[in-house]
């Protein structure tokens, strides 16, 4: 996968110098290496691996960390680096295709191996060979590989400091001038001790202190919003996410009124959501919000729908018709603020291939650019989603917001399954309520489950309550554990648990006499049933 990095990206903007520079050779995994410099508290900046080194020098780096890549340093044409950098004193590690370069480079010899290596390997570190970068790491640690070619002669001066089974040399280091280089990836999770070699080489060997904070984020944000967005006007859809949320506020705080934001209310929220949600928006968040009431539109829009992605699809476009229909309202609009999200840009490049294999049409703001010709305004385009709640957290923004659970932009229309009318929303909202009451009180769950929610079924079934029969709706409750969504587990909630949800909505929800827990992982399944 390419980087990002074509042009200048950084963890923010270049108002501060920046202790570290990370050069990107092509990296897939370029921002997760800013992503754990910032973990330890330190600033980076992103360039391209052929920055001039007279523009590397006016930064002042304190460090250097040279990315993977995916070409073989062993090419005549492989992406290169000035040679001025490993002459420059500064602290410089290499990972992967980094430290094929400084192998090369310095007068190690690099041949293609025969073997590959990907996935995970067992490090040992030689013996007697300490080295502050392995400060703290175990004598045998998982970690991560992904490489082709193999050093193996040292440069004159590097010490070998680790191998794997099949890589004889697989980290070398030369403390005299604080150069190292891993062949592995201390980035990514599966490796067990990555984040350490990481700290040792920013704290100790380049010496640089822990300071950077969250909040130098939001300052720098701020000040890019201002520099781009002018005197224009700017609009932002908002849906009650945290994404969007964060991104609307961290706007509201760089340009104030010339943002308007839109909360479109379909009807299909869950109990209390729009009353909570835009009271946050107004009265904490201080945005300039305009609430469309489009619950009728919705439910004529929808009447006697029943096929699950003419419902998405329905949903998704008339959302994008009123907020048209808004932003016409307003002069001079230049402008449209986006939650975009890290994952998000990686995600839609590889989204051509992924149309062959649709699974359902997801709606959510992300649509809307295609059709309007406005200029993006993307603040959280560098962040993973736990960073984007920090930076809520940071901005102020209360505990229920930074902390929702994913909701589907359909929103309850994708959980009354088949056809959906004023009465079928009341039954799910009332039961979706005690699922969400319950699961959140029993505080003790480890782990928490990462999204739950209730779905009424198109199903009814026979029962007895007192001496009558009854025929009525099948509700079912899903809970599920998860990293990111793409795939889950069904919690394994108590029984006990399980027993109080369901007493409490078919005594407390009129029309429901029968509830069941889905205990299906996705894949096979999905998480929303439509
Ligand atoms: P599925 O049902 O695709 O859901 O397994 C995965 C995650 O995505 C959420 N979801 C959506 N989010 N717009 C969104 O922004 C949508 O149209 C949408 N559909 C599903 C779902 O709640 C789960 O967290």
């Given at each position: 996968m390419a980087s990002t990095s074509s042009s200048p990206s950084s963890t923010a903007v270049s108002t501060a110098p920046a202790p570290v520079i990370i050069l990107d050779f092509g990296a897939q995994y370029s921002q997760l290496i800013a992503?754990?410099?910032?973990?330890?508290?330190?600033?980076?900046?992103?360039?391209?691996?052929?920055?001039?080194?007279?523009?590397?020098?006016?930064?002042?780096?304190r460090a250097i960390i040279l990315t993977g890549g995916p070409e073989s340093a062993l090419d005549g044409d492989a992406p290169a680096m000035d040679e001025r950098i490993l002459k420059s004193g500064i602290p410089v590690l290499g990972i992967c295709y980094g430290m094929q370069l400084i192998?090369?480079?310095?007068?190690?010899?690099?041949?293609?191996?025969?073997?590959?290596e990907y996935g995970h390997a067992e490090l040992s570190l030689n013996r007697g060979r300490d080295s502050t970068l392995f400060d703290g790491v175990p004598e045998q640690s998982t970690v991560w590989m992904s490489h082709g070619d193999t050093v193996t002669s040292l440069p004159p001066g590097f010490q070998p400091l680790g191998r794997t089974g099949r890589t004889e040399i697989a980290a070398i280091g030369d403390d005299r001038r604080r150069i190292y280089g891993v062949q592995f990836h201390p980035e990514v999770a599966h490796t067990a001790y990555g984040r350490n070699v990481l700290r040792n080489f920013l704290h100790t060997v380049a010496g640089i202190e822990p300071t950077w904070e969250m909040g130098s984020f939001v300052d720098d944000a701020v000040a890019r919003i201002r520099a781009q967005v002018g005197e224009a006007k700017v609009i932002c859809a908002l849906s009650g996410g945290v994404d969007s949320a964060v991104a609307a506020t961290l706007v509201a705080r760089a340009i104030g009124e010339q943002l308007t934001c839109v909360f479109v209310d379909t009807g299909l929220l869950r109990a209390g959501e729009a009353e909570e949600v835009t009271a946050?928006?107004?009265?904490?968040?201080h945005l300039n919000v305009r609430c469309i009431d489009a619950q009728e539109r919705y439910l004529r829009l929808l009447a006697g729908e029943v096929d699950p992605e003419n419902k998405r699809v329905l949903i998704g476009h008339e959302f994008i018709k009123i907020f048209e229909e808004q932003a016409a309202t307003l002069p001079d609009v230049r402008f449209l603020v986006q939650g975009t999200l890290y994952p998000d840009v990686i995600e839609s490049k590889t989204k051509d291939s992924k149309a062959g294999h649709k699974i359902k049409t997801h709606h959510n703001v992300g649509g809307l650019p295609e059709q309007m010709n406005l200029a993006l305004v993307e603040p959280l385009r560098l962040l993973f989603k736990d960073e984007v709640r920090e930076v809520g957290r940071v901005l102020g923004l209360p505990e229920h917001i930074v902390n929702r659970q994913p909701f589907p932009g359909p929103g309850l229309a994708v959980r009354v399954l088949g056809a959906v009318d004023e009465e079928r929303l009341r039954i799910l909202r009332a039961a979706d309520k005690i699922v969400r009451e319950e699961i959140d009180s029993a505080v003790e769950l480890q782990p928490h489950p990462w999204q739950y929610f209730a779905v009424l079924t198109p199903l009814k079934s026979v029962g007895v309550m007192g001496d009558g029969r009854t025929y009525a709706n099948l509700v079912a409750i899903r809970a599920i554990t998860s990293e990111d969504g793409m795939t889950a587990d069904w919690a394994r909630l108590p029984f006990e648990l399980l027993a109080r949800m369901s007493t409490r909505i078919v005594n407390e929800v009129q029309g429901v006499n029968r509830v069941v827990y889905d205990i299906t992982s996705k894949p096979p399944a999905t998480v929303e049933w439509e």
């Amino acid at each position: 996968m390419a980087s990002t990095s074509s042009s200048p990206s950084s963890t923010a903007v270049s108002t501060a110098p920046a202790p570290v520079i990370i050069l990107d050779f092509g990296a897939q995994y370029s921002q997760l290496i800013a992503r754990r410099v910032r973990e330890a508290r330190v600033y980076s900046e992103i360039l391209p691996h052929d920055t001039p080194w007279e523009e590397l020098r006016e930064r002042h780096p304190r460090a250097i960390i040279l990315t993977g890549g995916p070409e073989s340093a062993l090419d005549g044409d492989a992406p290169a680096m000035d040679e001025r950098i490993l002459k420059s004193g500064i602290p410089v590690l290499g990972i992967c295709y980094g430290m094929q370069l400084i192998a090369r480079d310095c007068g190690g010899t690099l041949v293609p191996s025969t073997i590959r290596e990907y996935g995970h390997a067992e490090l040992s570190l030689n013996r007697g060979r300490d080295s502050t970068l392995f400060d703290g790491v175990p004598e045998q640690s998982t970690v991560w590989m992904s490489h082709g070619d193999t050093v193996t002669s040292l440069p004159p001066g590097f010490q070998p400091l680790g191998r794997t089974g099949r890589t004889e040399i697989a980290a070398i280091g030369d403390d005299r001038r604080r150069i190292y280089g891993v062949q592995f990836h201390p980035e990514v999770a599966h490796t067990a001790y990555g984040r350490n070699v990481l700290r040792n080489f920013l704290h100790t060997v380049a010496g640089i202190e822990p300071t950077w904070e969250m909040g130098s984020f939001v300052d720098d944000a701020v000040a890019r919003i201002r520099a781009q967005v002018g005197e224009a006007k700017v609009i932002c859809a908002l849906s009650g996410g945290v994404d969007s949320a964060v991104a609307a506020t961290l706007v509201a705080r760089a340009i104030g009124e010339q943002l308007t934001c839109v909360f479109v209310d379909t009807g299909l929220l869950r109990a209390g959501e729009a009353e909570e949600v835009t009271a946050a928006f107004r009265e904490v968040m201080h945005l300039n919000v305009r609430c469309i009431d489009a619950q009728e539109r919705y439910l004529r829009l929808l009447a006697g729908e029943v096929d699950p992605e003419n419902k998405r699809v329905l949903i998704g476009h008339e959302f994008i018709k009123i907020f048209e229909e808004q932003a016409a309202t307003l002069p001079d609009v230049r402008f449209l603020v986006q939650g975009t999200l890290y994952p998000d840009v990686i995600e839609s490049k590889t989204k051509d291939s992924k149309a062959g294999h649709k699974i359902k049409t997801h709606h959510n703001v992300g649509g809307l650019p295609e059709q309007m010709n406005l200029a993006l305004v993307e603040p959280l385009r560098l962040l993973f989603k736990d960073e984007v709640r920090e930076v809520g957290r940071v901005l102020g923004l209360p505990e229920h917001i930074v902390n929702r659970q994913p909701f589907p932009g359909p929103g309850l229309a994708v959980r009354v399954l088949g056809a959906v009318d004023e009465e079928r929303l009341r039954i799910l909202r009332a039961a979706d309520k005690i699922v969400r009451e319950e699961i959140d009180s029993a505080v003790e769950l480890q782990p928490h489950p990462w999204q739950y929610f209730a779905v009424l079924t198109p199903l009814k079934s026979v029962g007895v309550m007192g001496d009558g029969r009854t025929y009525a709706n099948l509700v079912a409750i899903r809970a599920i554990t998860s990293e990111d969504g793409m795939t889950a587990d069904w919690a394994r909630l108590p029984f006990e648990l399980l027993a109080r949800m369901s007493t409490r909505i078919v005594n407390e929800v009129q029309g429901v006499n029968r509830v069941v827990y889905d205990i299906t992982s996705k894949p096979p399944a999905t998480v929303e049933w439509e």
